[in-house]
């Protein structure tokens, strides 16, 4: 499977399907971050809340000794590698998902490529800085994949799972199904640790062209840290690391790295994710009861509700100090969706009773 040296050229596909919802191309760069404020209360980030804990934020302090030296990734890839019973060759630690996807970008000689939709966005808004611009496979309702919908030519094939912001699980033996010798394609894991056991992960399973994107900085609190990884072929985990910045991930991110996949770190994920279930149940039954509708059987730790007048409440709710994710910067989803982070049980019946508030408060 072909990888660029320089470049992968572009593309003249049209990327929306007739009749989908279109998006602005500059809406793809919007995340939750920039829905909160000074004095909201957060639902808008999918970052687990009173991270890291104790014996993490240790670690990275002691790491803090080692800065004068350049940082070395050799022993967090063989310990990355050796959790998901992989080759240190099949592992590239990133910095955070995201530049995970703008390697993938750089190096993928694709012809068409293909982004699976509703799907976080910034794989397409990776391939779009290159010159790409991908085909749009829009799920429709209730956004499982159906591998059928995906064009056999696609050389590139790009989808999450969980997805962000439907939180829907695809079952692992759906997306193998699009594995092909000639194809390059990249499951998206970043919320995979919020589903106990991860059953439907790919990333200890090897196809062809199979690539996995795994965060640290979600279920951990790490987001100002950056920290994730990719697992692949070694001769494309090779083309990336060759296209990375030297020493791009940094000490303290390198020991994140390490501690994370450590059974303590895994055993404390999976509690977490047992526990998590039970509040997004809470959440999606009081999202339910206001009359919204739910996107069923979410698995991530966050929720995708369409309700009537989203943008409108989305405002008042910020008016009543809750800040949630606009949602139709997603390609397939449009202004009556809305995407709420699971949170405890105690912020989650408060922000119920806003909204209750703000829905009440809309003009007849």
Same mark, same amino acid.
């Given at each position: ?17 007739? $009749? ?34 104790? +014996? ?20 967090? %890839? ?15 630690? %990133?910095?955070?998902?995201?530049? /995970? ?5 750089? @190096?993928?000689?694709? /012809? ?25 496979? !829009? ?17 590139? @094939? ?23 010798? +000639? ?11 919020? @589903? ?14 199979? !690539? !996995? ?28 690391? &060759? ?28 509690? +977490?994710? &047992? ?10 039954? $009081?999202?339910?009861?206001? $009359? ?22 989305? %405002? ?20 009556? +969706? ?19 508030? /703000? ?6």
């Amino acid at each position: 499977m072909p990888v660029a040296s320089d470049d992968c050229g572009s593309t003249d596909h049209e990327p929306d399907q007739a $009749g989908q919802h279109v998006v602005d191309h500059h809406g793809l760069r919007h995340h939750g971050d920039s829905e909160v404020g000074p004095g909201l209360v957060d639902l808008a980030v999918n970052v687990r809340q009173g991270m890291p804990p104790e +014996w993490l934020r240790e670690i990275l302090i002691s790491s803090m000794s080692e800065i004068s030296a350049y940082p070395n990734a050799e022993r967090a %890839t063989r310990i990355v590698a050796e959790h998901h019973g992989r080759n240190p060759d099949e592992v590239l630690l %990133t910095v955070g998902a995201a530049e /995970a996807f703008t390697l993938l970008a750089r @190096v993928c000689a694709t /012809a068409k490529p293909v982004v699976v939709h509703p799907q976080f966005t910034e794989p397409e808004a990776a391939l779009r800085a290159v010159g790409l611009v991908p085909d749009r496979v !829009v799920l429709p309702e209730p956004f499982v994949l159906d591998a059928s919908l995906v064009p056999d030519e696609a050389d590139l @094939v790009m989808i999450g799972n969980p997805t962000n912001p439907t939180s829907v699980l695809h079952p692992a033996a759906t997306i193998a199904k699009l594995a092909r010798e +000639w194809r390059y394609l990249v499951v998206d894991e970043a919320f995979a640790d919020c @589903v106990p056991g991860e059953p439907e992960s790919l990333a200890s399973v090897r196809l062809p062209g199979l !690539v !996995v994107v795994r965060s640290l900085t979600k279920t951990w609190g790490l987001a100002g840290l950056r920290i994730g990884y990719v697992i692949g072929p070694p001769e494309l985990v090779a083309a990336m690391r &060759e296209a990375q910045p030297l020493w791009a991930v940094s000490t303290p991110a390198l020991a994140a790295a390490e501690a994370c996949v450590s059974p303590r770190a895994q055993a404390e994920a999976a509690r +977490w994710a &047992e526990e998590m279930a039970g509040r997004r149940q809470v959440l999606a039954d $009081g999202l339910t009861a206001l $009359g919204g509708y739910v996107v069923p059987e979410a698995r991530g730790s966050f929720v995708c509700v369409r309700l009537p007048h989203a943008l409108r409440l989305r %405002t008042l709710l910020r008016e009543k100090g809750f800040a949630v994710r606009r949602a139709d910067t997603f390609p397939g989803l449009g202004p009556e +969706w809305l995407r709420v982070a699971v949170r405890d049980d105690e912020t989650t019946a408060a922000f119920l009773a806003a909204l209750k508030e /703000a829905r009440d408060d809309l003009p007849a």
